[in-house]
Each structure stands twice: as structure tokens, then as C-alpha cells.
């Protein structure tokens, strides 16, 4: 580059450059004289600005001591002499004058302080108090919070338990609806049961007619055939007895129609002495006998379901009625002897018609078994004791029962005191004898008679005496209004058995019968209570004894089968 | 290097001025027409790129307030007013200076290097009174000066780059730097600034960008020497004898001075590389012929047609110094430079 430039400069640079240096020299020697008067000129400069400084110094001093002068005089008053003391002085004076001036100062300064002193410390005081203030507003707030959220929690602890609530609510309506769901079943299923129940009861019904029926058929049939043999082999009677041997009897011939060894008085009715005939129960064990008002059927009742109505005279089979579906427990005829009467162990009693030998009416309703029934005079009514502790009152016609009675305490036996039966006196096995209002179902009269188990009762004819049996082997005759005891009749060895014993009195009421356990009979006298006679001819216990209605005969049946007629 | 030396060379240039209290002041101000023997005179180096209001300080601390301190004394309040600031001006052959040209650029106008001895010292007269408000800016003082300064500065660097940037980026002590280079005439302070703004450049290294966009540059013409009167003004420099002794200046003086009111100014921005040049890249500037010289520049700057004569017949001076008119604008631009920045060249008529 710097050779281009050199060659192109030999020219105008080098002329530029020879310029600057003569000018440069020309001014040089001036410039370096000029340099020198300008030192020397600044020099100048500076001295003068110092002098006038100094000037400038002592006339400020000047003015100041002709000031002090001035102020001097005027302090002073004008004095003329001593000048420099009174200078002095004068100093003096101001500095006095300056002192009294500071000290007011400082009083003030002072007593500025105590005022500001005071109002910091009002200040301070109601800065506390504000303090204060601040703070309790402060708890105040805090408690708010605490109670705010108290609130809140028991606000939700509210709605958690209204939410239990309703869902409890919700539960048990939804039980609510599925039990009521379920009564609607029940319900239905209820009557339902109650339309099968009627409808088996008169299935019941049905069949039991059926049943009925059906028994008459067969004893229609067994009529038939009856009546077929009959007209076969009239009278022949005895063949009915199986063998000629009789159980122990001293004497006597077995002739149907006599008795043998007749004794005594008989007046009405007879003590009898031997047994002269013999009929077969066709039952193992026996339990009642009744004989008809005619004195011409011998009905029996015992552990089989059939009664069998024998000839008082023959002991021929005249019926066997079906019908009940237990044992037999009582039988009887009825006044007029049509109707036969059987209380049975199935919780029923039934009624027979004897010119057919069909099964008439069940008289059901009792809840245990029927011990006893008894007609009323007119077969209008039965009565019936059952082992459930009632008395049912049955209208035979309907064969509905009308009342029932309450005896509290259970029956061996009763027995109607009058015609209708509008009185009853019943046996209990707490010893006790009593007397019953039917009408109105009231106890109307109770005596203790005997030691022991009443057995069983028989009123009289007349309705007057009853015969009461005893298990402590007492047989009391007791007036039948007052139940004062007439007469007491005991014997040695005399023990009624335990289940079936039934005393009875003689058509005239002058002797009074029992059978024993051992199987004696005894009779006494009623009026007199004198043992009269005692039979031994029964094989087992005696339980059942009856006068023939002429008097003339006994009957008396033993457990075991048989019954033996006595004159 | 060679550039360093002209550059530091051409800053240093100092106008040795010899000062001289007006008359009509001086009875003013010391009652009496002369001053006191010493202080008649005051001789002093104004550096050619500064201004003569950055004088003014020197000229009171050690001239006048001394002078009238030991005249006047303490004697009544001397001579009314204290001197101001701006009431100081500059005087030459009964022209007022203008006080925001650049010293050396007054010289050159008023003095002319004319190929040889111009008058030195330089003789001014100093005024403290009756400011002429009519023909110069008025109020001239240190501030003022700083400022015109400034602005100058931002003119030639919106020339050269198309924007004042680099100016207005200068922090504020680099401002401070550059002024206090200026007026304290230090070479280190203003150049460093000055590397800044104008950025020394190679032609050929530095990217084109780098490159100022064209140079600032500003032709003073008597107006006498305008081209249609360029033969009398010619003739009227003629007559003058050659530069010499300073009586031969001092004569001259007497004679019809340039005045300075008739000075023809104009102002042009000169491209680099001369306009109808090959735009080839600018490496290849390097040639001379690629760049514009200073006479170029007249020539676009008057429309004087290439082939006129009267080129040749002037004379351009730039700091003193006759320039050649073959110098590229370029090379002056970075070494002949103002301290605005600026390219002032008188062009004169040739004195033979």
C-alpha cells in the first residue's frame, strides 16, 4: 500500500508535508518566545488574582473593624476614651447578652421536652390500650372460629345421622312392604287352610255318614241272617251257652227261668242267691250292662268297639252295633227303650234305634273320652260325662249339644236327680259328692261323703236317696237334698276295683248291691246297712251290677266276659 | 507512521496572535487610551484547530483583570461593568471575526498561507464593549462554543455515515473528552475520541460499509473569486508582494482586504470515489484515479466544467497549507481534518 501511495503521493503528499514542515518552522520561533511571555503572562495572571484576593481580604478585614468600631460606640454610648477596653467590653456585654439568650433557650428546650415526654408517654398508654383492644378482639375472633366449627361438625355429624336415618327408614319400609307382602301370603295361605279344613271337616262328616250307613247295611245284613237261623232253629236258646260248667257256684241247675235256693223275703225285689245263667259278653272286658225298662234286652258295653244287645231272657245276640271307634265305656237304654245309648272312649257318645239296630246319632264335641252318658226321662236329652271335666247337655234330636258344665274336678260318675234332668249329682275322685244346678251350670250343693274315691253314684227312682260307692269300701245312702248320710254300708273284704265299680239299689230301694274286686258280690240292706249276702261266684272283679226291673233277677258282669244272672 | 506524524504534525499548528486592547475600551475602562507599559501587548499560541472563544478565559485571567487591577486598583469601581464573556470580540482590519470559525480557518482566510510567510504573529484586536449583535452570532462564551462544536461535529458524521449515530452514541464523558481535547489542545484526548466517530480507514481492508458515505468538506471562496471575476481577484492578490516580511503583511493589510462578509461558503458532501467511476468493489479504489480529488470536489462543488483553467489558477489552502489539487479528498479527510471534522479549504487565487 504504502508504495501505491508513495508512488502516487510523490506528488501531493510530499508537497503537503514539505508545507506543514515550513510552516511549522516559521511559527516555531515565535511560538517558542510567545510560549515563554505566556509563562511569564500566567505568572502575571496569578499575582494579580492573589493581590486582588489580598485586597479583596483587607477591605473585608476594614469593613469588619469599622463595623466592630460602629457597634463598639453604640454599645458604649459614645464613649470616647479608652477605646480598646471598651472593646473589651463591648465582647463582654455580647457575650452576656448571647448567654442570657442560651439559657432562655435551654429552659425552653426544656420544658419543650417535658410536654413531648408527656405526650409519649399518652401516647404509649393509648398505644397499650389499642394493644389490648387488638388482642381480645383477637381471642373473640378465635372463639367465633372455635364455634364455627364446632357448629360445622355437629352440622355434618346431623346430616350423617339423618343419613343413617333415612336409610333405616328406608330399610324398615322395605321390611314394612315385604312383611306385608308376606301376611297377604299368610292371609291366603289361612283361608286356604280354612277351606281345606271345612272342607275336610264335611269329608269328615261324609264318611262318618258312610261309615254309618255302611254299619247299618251290615247289621241289616246280620238281621237277615238273624232272622234266617231263627226261622232255622227256633229256641234253642242254650245252645248259646258254650259249657254247662259255672265258675264256683254251690248249687243251682242252669235253668233260665227258676232260680234256685229263692231265700228270704222277697217283697219286690230279691237278694239273690245263686246264679242261674250265664250269658257271654263277647268282650274281653267288660265295663257296663244296662238293661232295658222291659227288662227284655241286656245291652253290654266294654273294651271292643261293638255293643252287643243280648235277650235278658236267653242271652241270645239280638244286635252288635257298630259304630263307635273306641271301647265302651257306659250304655244305656233309653225310658222307652228304642233308643240305646253308649258312651265311648272316641270323644263321642251314639245312639242306636233298637227296632233297626242302626246307628242313629254321634253326639260329638267332647274333648276326652265319654265315661258316662244318661239319658233324660223323654230321650229328649242326653247327658254326658266326659273325661274333659264337662257335662254336655246334647238335644237327641239334632244331636247338638245345648250346654256344658264345669265340674272343675273329675267325675267317676253321675247321675240324673230328677226326671229331666234339671239336677245332677256327680262323683269325684276328690272324695267328694255334688250336686249341680243344670240350668244355670252352678254347684248347688258338695259334700265330702267318703274317705276315698267316689266310685260311683245312683239316684234312686224317686229321686230322693242316692247310693254312693266308695273306693275306702263304704257304700253311703244319702239324702238327695241334703246329702246327710242315711246309711252306711261296709263289708269286710268288700273292694270296689279300681276302674269300673258301680253300686246299684234294688227297684224298691231295699237292698243295695256292690261287686269286689275279688269278685265277691255283696248285698246289703239299705234301709239298715246290714250285709244281707255275699256271692262268690265271679271269677274276676265285679264291675257292674244291676236288679232286673221286675226285681226278680241280677245281673251282675264281671271285667272278664261274662255275666251271670242271679235270682 | 507516516499518517500519524502528518496528522499529529498538521493538530499541532499554532497561529501565535498578538492581542491589543481597543482604544475606545481601554479609555472605558482605564481612563486612558494606552495601557500600562507592560500590558500593552499580550502574545499568545491559539492552536489552529481550536476557537478563539476557548481564548477568551486566558486572555482576562492574565491580560485584562490584571491590568485593570493594577490600574484601577481599588479606585471607585473601575471602569463600570465588569468585562463579560460575551461581550469579548475579535478584531482584524476592522472585521469583526466570527467566532465560531475554527482559528486556523480565519488565518487562512484572512491572512492566507499564499505560498509563504503570512503575518506572524497574527495581530488582532480585542473588544470588551459594544458587541456587534448585527454581524456576528451573538453571546459567544465557552458554552456556546461547545456547543456550535458539537453540532458541527454531528453535521459531518451525518455526511459521513448518513447519520448522526456514532455521535449521538458517545458517552457522555467521551463528549467531555472530546471537547476538553479540543479546547485543552490535547492530541491524545481529541484523537481517541475522534478514532470513534471517524474511524481511520484503509480502502482496501475494511469493508465498504466502513467507509464514510462521503466526505464533509467546505469551500471558501472570496466571493471576488468567483469564476466570472476570477481574473480581478486574481490580479488584486497579484499585487500584493511576495510573502515575506511582516511589514509586506502588515501593507497588504491596507490594502484591499478580503472581506470577509463576501466570502463565498458552500458546503458539499463529497463522495469517495468520484461519481461516474467504475463501481467496481472498493479494493480497487486504491488507484487515484478511482478517487475523488480535490479538485473534483471544486469542480462539483462550483460546476466548473473539467476542462476549465481556473482550477489550476487558485490555490486551496487547508490548514495552512497549499494542498495539491490532485489530492484525493480521501487522504486530506483523515489527515488534514479539522476538529469538526470538517474539510474547511479557502481557495484563493494563485500569488504567483
Known amino acids: 500500500m504504502s508504495q501505491s501511495r508513495a508512488a502516487g503521493a510523490a506528488g501531493w503528499e510530499a508537497r503537503i508535508q514539505a508545507q506543514l514542515e515550513q510552516r511549522e518552522a516559521r511559527v516555531a520561533a515565535v511560538a517558542k518566545v510567545i510560549q515563554s511571555y505566556a509563562r511569564r503572562a500566567g505568572k502575571v495572571g496569578e499575582f494579580a488574582s492573589q493581590s486582588r484576593e489580598a485586597e479583596a481580604r483587607t477591605r473585608e478585614m476594614q469593613g469588619e473593624h469599622e463595623r466592630l468600631l460602629d457597634s463598639y460606640e453604640r454599645g458604649s454610648g459614645g464613649g470616647g476614651g479608652g ?485 | 507512521m507516516e499518517q500519524q506524524t502528518t496528522l499529529r504534525t498538521a493538530w499541532g499548528g499554532v497561529i501565535p496572535v498578538e492581542l491589543r486592547l481597543a482604544a475606545a475600551d481601554a479609555i472605558e475602562l482605564l481612563a486612558s487610551a494606552v495601557l500600562p507599559e507592560p500590558f500593552q501587548t499580550f502574545y499568545m499560541l491559539v492552536p489552529r484547530v481550536s476557537y478563539l472563544p476557548f481564548a477568551i478565559s486566558r486572555i482576562r485571567e492574565q491580560w485584562l483583570d490584571p491590568v485593570l487591577a493594577l490600574a484601577g486598583g481599588g479606585g471607585g469601581g473601575g471602569g463600570g461593568a465588569p468585562i463579560k464573556d460575551s461581550d469579548v470580540w475579535f478584531e482584524y482590519g476592522g472585521q469583526a471575526l466570527r467566532w465560531h470559525y475554527p482559528a486556523g480557518l480565519l488565518y487562512d482566510m484572512l491572512v492566507g498561507g499564499r505560498g509563504g510567510a503570512g503575518e506572524l504573529p497574527w495581530a488582532l484586536t480585542v473588544h470588551v464593549r459594544r458587541f456587534p449583535a448585527d454581524r456576528l452570532i451573538p453571546a459567544p462564551g465557552v458554552q456556546a462554543m461547545r456547543d456550535m462544536f458539537m453540532a458541527m461535529v454531528k453535521e459531518a458524521d451525518f455526511i459521513r455515515n448518513g447519520s448522526t449515530k456514532r455521535v449521538m452514541d458517545l458517552a457522555k464523558s467521551d463528549q467531555m473528552q472530546l471537547l476538553d481535547g479540543v479546547q485543552t489542545h490535547s492530541f491524545e484526548k481529541y484523537f481517541a475520541i475522534h478514532a470513534i466517530i471517524a474511524p481511520p480507514h484503509d480502502a482496501r481492508a475494511k469493508p465498504k460499509s466502513a467507509q464514510p458515505k462521503a466526505i464533509p468538506v467546505r469551500f471558501y471562496m472570496p466571493a471576488a473569486a468567483a469564476a466570472d471575476d476570477a481574473a480581478a481577484a486574481a490580479a488584486a492578490v497579484k499585487d500584493a508582494p511576495d510573502a515575506g516580511a511582516r511589514q509586506q503583511q502588515q501593507q497588504q493589510q491596507q490594502q484591499p482586504v478580503v472581506d470577509m462578509a463576501r466570502f463565498h461558503v458552500s458546503q458539499l458532501p463529497v463522495p469517495l470515489v468520484r461519481p461516474g467511476a467504475s463501481s467496481s468493489s472498493s ?13 473534483d470536489a471544486f469542480r462539483l462543488c462550483y460546476e466548473i466544467a473539467d476542462g476549465s483553467a481556473f482550477v489550476a489558477s487558485c490555490v486551496c489552502l487547508c490548514q495552512g497549507v497549499s494542498v495539491p489539487w490532485e489530492t484525493p479528498v480521501a487522504w486530506l479527510a483523515e489527515n488534514l481534518f479539522y476538529a469538526d471534522c470538517f474539510l474547511h479549504l479557502v481557495v484563493a487565487a494563485a500569488s504567483g
Open chain 1, 83 to 567: 477605646r480598646g477596653m471598651s472593646l473589651a467590653q463591648q465582647r463582654i456585654a455580647d457575650l452576656e447578652r448571647d448567654v442570657e439568650a442560651l439559657k432562655e433557650e435551654r429552659t425552653e428546650m426544656y420544658r419543650r421536652q417535658g410536654t413531648n415526654a408527656q405526650r409519649l408517654l399518652d401516647l404509649s398508654d393509648q398505644v397499650r390500650e389499642k394493644d389490648e383492644r387488638l388482642r381480645q378482639q383477637e381471642l373473640e375472633i378465635m372463639d367465633a372460629h372455635e364455634a364455627l366449627r364446632r357448629a360445622g361438625t355437629k352440622a355434618d355429624d346431623m346430616r350423617a345421622q339423618l343419613k343413617e336415618k333415612d336409610e333405616a327408614i328406608q330399610i324398615l319400609q322395605d321390611e314394612l312392604s315385604a312383611l306385608q307382602l308376606e301376611i297377604v301370603h299368610i292371609e291366603a295361605r289361612g283361608q286356604k287352610l280354612q277351606a281345606e279344613n271345612e272342607d275336610l271337616v264335611r269329608r269328615w262328616l261324609a264318611k262318618m255318614n258312610e261309615e254309618a250307613d255302611k254299619v247299618n247295611a251290615v247289621t241289616e245284613e246280620l238281621e237277615q241272617i238273624k232272622r234266617k237261623s231263627a226261622a232255622l232253629s227256633p229256641r234253642m236258646g242254650l245252645a248259646v251257652f258254650e259249657d254247662d260248667q259255672f265258675f264256683g257256684a254251690p248249687a243251682g241247675t242252669p235253668t233260665p227261668t227258676t232260680a234256685g235256693g229263692v231265700s228270704a223275703a222277697r217283697g219286690g225285689s230279691l237278694a239273690p242267691r245263686s246264679a242261674v245263667g250265664k250269658i257271654d259278653g263277647r268282650m274281653e272286658e267288660i265295663h257296663s250292662i244296662a238293661l232295658s225298662s222291659s227288662g227284655a234286652l241286656l245291652a253290654v258295653g266294654g273294651q271292643t268297639t261293638t255293643v252287643r244287645v243280648f235277650d235278658a231272657e236267653t242271652g241270645e245276640g239280638v244286635f252288635a252295633l257298630a259304630g263307635c271307634l273306641k271301647g265302651v265305656n257306659h250304655v244305656e237304654f233309653s225310658a222307652d227303650g228304642t233308643l240305646l245309648l253308649a258312651a265311648s272312649s272316641d270323644h263321642t257318645a251314639r245312639i242306636w234305634k233298637l227296632d233297626t239296630g242302626r246307628h242313629w246319632k254321634s253326639l260329638t264335641g267332647h274333648i276326652g273320652s265319654v265315661m258316662t252318658a244318661k239319658f233324660s226321662r223323654d230321650a229328649s236329652r242326653v247327658y254326658t260325662y266326659s273325661q274333659d271335666r264337662t257335662i254336655k247337655v246334647w238335644d237327641t234330636q239334632r244331636g247338638l249339644c245345648i250346654k256344658t258344665l264345669f265340674t272343675v274336678s273329675s267325675c267317676h260318675d253321675f247321675d240324673l236327680l230328677d226326671s229331666m234332668g234339671a239336677q245332677l249329682v256327680t262323683a269325684h275322685m276328690d272324695n267328694a259328692v255334688r250336686v249341680w244346678d243344670t240350668a244355670t251350670g252352678k254347684r248347688v250343693r258338695e259334700a265330702a261323703l267318703h274317705k276315698e274315691q267316689v266310685m260311683s253314684v245312683w239316684a234312686s227312682p224317686t229321686g230322693e236317696r242316692i247310693l254312693t260307692n266308695s273306693y275306702d269300701g263304704t257304700l253311703k245312702l244319702v239324702d238327695a237334698r241334703t246329702l246327710d248320710v242315711v246309711t252306711v254300708m261296709s263289708a269286710p273284704g268288700y273292694r270296689p276295683s279300681r276302674n269300673w265299680a258301680r253300686a246299684s239299689l234294688s227297684p224298691d230301694e231295699r237292698y243295695a248291691m256292690a261287686g269286689s274286686i275279688d269278685g265277691k258280690l255283696f248285698v246289703w240292706d239299705a234301709n239298715s246297712g246290714d250285709l244281707v249276702r255275699t256271692l262268690d261266684i265271679h271269677r274276676s272283679a265285679v264291675c257292674d251290677s244291676l236288679w232286673h226291673p221286675s226285681g226278680m233277677r241280677v245281673y251282675s258282669a264281671e271285667k272278664s266276659r261274662y255275666i251271670l244272672m242271679l235270682h
Open chain 2, 283 to 295: 479494493s480497487s479504489s486504491s488507484s487515484s484515479s478511482e478517487q475523488t480529488t480535490v479538485a
